[in-house]
């Protein structure tokens, strides 16, 4: 059964503290994202990977960083977390040019600010 | 500016009958388009893709539909039964680079 896992179901963190979100896969899948989920703006992607050490900007990076430094580990970087990063994050991973672009995701870290 | 469009917050449909959700996009370099499903507090969970050559794919009572021409696309579900009451995403998937790009998502409720 394939598998993707988030380290925290539910997280409280101070504003200013530096936050980890840590990310795994077990399908040896080559792309792995990280998404936000805010009510009534859907699925924004924050950073793609497509390969170990590469990393691609998306939608909305600024605040956030990434590392991916091995191909089944994908973490979500909040270097000074604030308020207006309270939300739910989705980290998927997807098998790349050959697949169909499906994706497979985690079950999601819900991160309060505070 | 948004590249995968779900202009409908909500949809009640009553049980039974058919589901049409409906998607648009702006970018033609898109090579896979597919539909998701999120109950609250899980991870969204794969439904149905196409390929941007296709027209038409099915899987059971789901069938998705793409017209290029208009950058539509439309997922119905027959018939519809109250599992199906979630929040549903659009998503394309970029030929270049492999980025996935959802939409902001249709609430379905199933009426009894």
């Known amino acids: 059964d394939v598998k993707v896992t988030q380290s925290s179901r539910y997280l409280v963190k101070r504003t200013g503290e530096k936050v980890f979100l840590e990310c795994v896969q077990d399908m040896d899948h080559e792309n792995m994202f990280w998404y936000r989920q805010d009510p009534g703006l859907g699925l924004r992607l924050i950073y793609f990977s497509y390969d170990v050490k590469m990393k691609e900007k998306g939608d909305i990076p600024e605040g956030y960083s990434v590392s991916r430094e091995k191909k089944e580990r994908f973490s979500l970087i909040l270097e000074s977390a604030s308020t207006n990063q309270t939300s739910m994050y989705l980290c998927?991973?997807?098998?790349?040019?050959?697949?169909?672009?499906?994706?497979?995701f985690g079950q999601g870290t819900r991160l309060t600010v505070v | 500016d948004q590249q995968v469009k779900q202009n409908s917050p909500s949809l009640s449909v009553q049980e039974g009958r058919i589901s049409i959700l409906n998607c648009d996009y702006t970018?033609?370099?898109?090579?896979?388009f597919l539909w998701y499903k999120k109950y609250p507090a899980e991870g969204p969970t794969f439904l149905i893709s196409i390929s941007s050559i296709k027209d038409k794919n099915e899987d059971g009572r789901f069938t998705v539909f793409l017209n290029k021409s208009a950058k539509h696309l439309s997922l119905h579900i027959v018939p519809s039964q109250p599992g199906d009451s979630a929040v549903y995403f659009c998503a394309a998937r970029m030929n270049r680079d492999d980025k996935i790009i959802f939409g902001k998502g249709t609430r379905l409720h199933i009426l009894p």
């Open positions: 970018n033609s370099m898109f090579d896979y």
């Open positions: 998927a991973s997807s098998l790349g040019t050959d697949g169909n672009g499906e994706a497979f």
